[in-house]
């Protein structure tokens, strides 16, 4: 069985696409069989593997609301391992059509009974929000890891999205776990970086990983090239940060 | 009659909360008499100005949900001539909320027809979404503001951004403009920054102000004292860039 990993946050810019991308590159390359699926209307994730929206024939939006086969949807990248669902344009009318759905919350999840046993993992990039989206995606998913900004703002929203994550597992998923924090874009040339880990730190006892993503220009020229970091510049602090929190992602397998 | 500019664009973490504190504090400097109203249920904008959220009594939620008198919402900020509607936790369900809700898209334009005569700046910070909170903002005001972040993802969603705002200018309102689109967080040490601003010059001609705002970590660093740039550090290259685009806005008044 796969394990169902939602990237998640509803505060924007923290680097979800990013690492969704970068942790599934890299999981890729050390032989998982692994799925991301795109659940953001802005197609990030799909274009920082190089996916051509225009050529593509199915997408998530398809698949959860016109109940197409996902098998249709799934498409390769040019990278080891890895697969996509990719998002399209009509998924931004998705939350308001899922309002009134029967069952609107498990669409998602009706999706993963089809497909998880043919992958290691499956991992969802999450909108920048907490609607009826990223609450298909907590569905849908074993897992919840939260990537967080080392910035002030990002401080803010963290309740929100703990209290929608018990929620969650209140009434929609009870196995639902935080499998980790990353912080991200982290500058050492401000104290403020350190403030705002230390302040997560306390929030989230035992959950926030070792690896801390450096902000790292390359990281952000990757998508342009429709690569991963691994096959963009596998060397740079940026590779280098997600390699290792691939690793620890990897060893932390909840029991 | 004041000017209302909404501050919208769904990709997250493009600078819309920095750009709609700062252009405040810049306005309220020079004398005009400025609102900011924070309709981001993440509140950035009401801590970016140093307003306590357990202190406050009425917010936003309460104006469009409860039909609240807004001036009991209105706060004072410790900033000259500039006050705010702050924002709220329960804004978070305002969206599902309005979804059924009578002229649900002129929640927000109803509340302005009642104050716009008292101030001279009315300011939307709008949350990352096109959702129905981003179109009142988008209903109630008579301008749009986009920042535009100089990085690579940053161009995948600006289809959908204008496809709204023409359907909301077909349908809801027919006075709303682009003002302006503002390039955010550039960063001279890649080509990248670059290549996204003439993309983006190619797609809104006429529009990008001459301002770019650069990546500077003291913008970062005044929301974590509840100030704006022009009273945490005005001599620092973000205020220098901030002051620049003020006056850009200022001057391009519609006619
Ligand atoms: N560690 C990093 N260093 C430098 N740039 C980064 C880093 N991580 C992400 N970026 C860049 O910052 C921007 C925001 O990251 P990203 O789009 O992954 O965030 P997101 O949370 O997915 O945003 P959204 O909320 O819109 O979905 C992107 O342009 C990305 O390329
Ligand atoms: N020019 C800049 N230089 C450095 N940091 C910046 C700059 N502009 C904004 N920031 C920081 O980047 C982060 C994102 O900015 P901000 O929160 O204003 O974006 P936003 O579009 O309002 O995000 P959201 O989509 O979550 O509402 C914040 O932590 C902010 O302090
Ligand atoms: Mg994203
Ligand atoms: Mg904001």
């Known amino acids: 069985n796969a394990r169902i990993i939602a990237i998640a946050n509803q505060k924007g810019g923290v680097g979800k696409s990013t690492t969704a991308v970068n942790i599934s590159g890299y999981l890729g390359k050390l032989g998982y069989k692994t799925l991301i699926i795109d659940f953001d209307p802005q197609s990030n994730s799909t274009s920082g593997l190089g996916i051509d929206k225009t050529h593509i024939s199915k997408s998530i939006y398809e698949v959860i609301i016109l109940n197409e086969d996902p098998w249709k949807a799934i498409t390769e990248t040019p990278y080891e391992n890895l697969f996509v ?3 399209s344009i009509q ?3 998705a939350e308001v059509e899922l309002v009134s759905a029967m069952k609107r919350e ?4 009706h999706v993963m009974d089809n497909i998880k046993n043919s992958f290691d993992f499956i991992v969802i990039d999450c909108p920048p929000a907490l609607g009826l989206l990223t609450i298909n995606a907590l569905t849908a998913a074993g897992e ?3 990537p ?14 703990i209290n929608t994550i018990n929620l969650i597992r209140e009434n929609l998923n009870e196995s639902l776990i935080i499998t980790g924090v990353v912080m991200t874009m982290y500058d050492s040339r401000t104290r403020l970086s350190e403030q705002v880990i230390d302040e997560v730190k306390a929030y989230f006892p035992d959950k926030v990983y070792d690896t801390i993503i450096p902000r790292n220009i390359r990281l952000s ?3 342009s090239y429709g690569k991963p970091i691994i096959d963009y510049d596998p060397d740079c602090k940026g590779a280098t940060a997600y390699k290792n929190l691939t690793g ?8």
């Open 248 to 255: 620890e992602v990897v060893k932390n397998e909840p029991k």
């Open 144 to 146: 919840v890891l939260i």
């Open 85 to 87: 669902i990719p998002s």
């Open 221 to 223: 020229e990757a998508p």
């Open 91 to 93: 998924l931004a009318g």
């Open 148 to 161: 967080i900004q080392c910035e002030y703002y990002a401080l803010e929203g963290l309740g929100q999205l």
């Open 106 to 109: 498990y669409k998602l999840k």
